[in-house]
Antibody, heavy 123, light 109 residues
Framework: QVQLEQSGAEVKKPGASVKVSCKASGYTFTSYGLSWVRQAPGQGLEWMGWISSYNGNTKYAQKFQGRVTMTRDTSTSTAYMELRSLRFDDTAVYYC????????????????WGKGTTVTVSS | DIQMTQSPPSLSAFVGDRVTISCRASQSISSYLNWYQQKPGQAPKLLIYAASRLQSGVPSRFSGSGSGTDFTLTITSLQPEDFATYYCQQSYSSPPMHTFGQGTKLEIK
């Protein structure tokens, strides 16, 4: 079945970087883009950015521009999200989600989600 | 940037009730609106896409409506498993540049 398997929990110090992986299975990886969404404890969902699994094009939320890099490896059907210069308020669960599209109206929606990766920033 | 505002922030209801959750966009987004359900400790789950299309496997008691700036998620005959937090999300641009509403927590009365 279609799945997104994310890497394990991370604990990082302020100023460090974290790289989270998201391995896709059960579908043709290059046919769908991937978005990254995070959720701080007790807070709502925050979209971070998107990567085309086909050609590697990216689009980042302005808030994360310059601090986030999204990449993918088509040989392993894996996407990565690296966040640098970590701050305490980057403590959150980070999700990857498959981007599907209703082509008749070009509506994008996230139809498959990973279970999330907890990133804790602590000194 | 497009802002999404949900109301109410929280809602209490009985099993069997009909509830509606509203979502307003800061500018017209046509029908580029999706709804998700999230239960504690779980990833979000897609319920409705393109404002009114029911995702496969989602019970028909869930429905979405609206276009432009005003949208509604309706749940008829609430079931115990429906108590969760619901988020709207706009997907107006391509490549995607998503924004979520702040969420509506639906609690059992």
């Amino acid at each position: 079945q279609v799945q997104l398997e994310q890497s394990g929990a991370e604990v990082k110090k302020p100023g460090a970087s974290v790289k989270v992986s998201c391995k896709a299975s059960g579908y043709t990886f290059t046919s769908y883009g991937l978005s990254w969404v995070r959720q701080a404890p007790g807070q709502g969902l925050e979209w971070m950015g998107w990567i085309s699994s086909y050609n590697g094009n990216t689009k980042y939320a302005q808030k994360f521009q310059g601090r986030v890099t999204m990449t993918r490896d088509t040989s392993t059907s894996t996407a990565y999200m690296e966040l640098r210069s970590l701050r305490f308020d980057d403590t959150a669960v980070y999700y990857c989600a498959r981007e599907n599209i209703l082509r008749s109206v070009y509506n994008n929606y996230m139809d498959v989600w990973g279970k999330g990766t907890t990133v804790t920033v602590s000194s | 940037d497009i802002q999404m505002t949900q109301s109410p922030p929280s809602l209490s209801a009985f099993v069997g009730d009909r509830v509606t959750i509203s979502c307003r966009a800061s500018q017209s987004i046509s029908s580029y609106l999706n709804w998700y359900q999230q239960k504690p400790g779980q990833a979000p789950k897609l319920l409705i896409y393109a404002a009114s299309r029911l995702q496969s496997g989602v019970p028909s008691r869930f429905s979405g409506s609206g276009s432009g700036t005003d949208f509604t998620l309706t749940i008829t005959s609430l079931q115990p498993e429906d108590f969760a937090t619901y988020y709207c999300q706009q997907s107006y641009s391509s490549p995607p540049m998503h924004t979520f509403g702040q969420g509506t927590k639906l609690e059992i009365k």
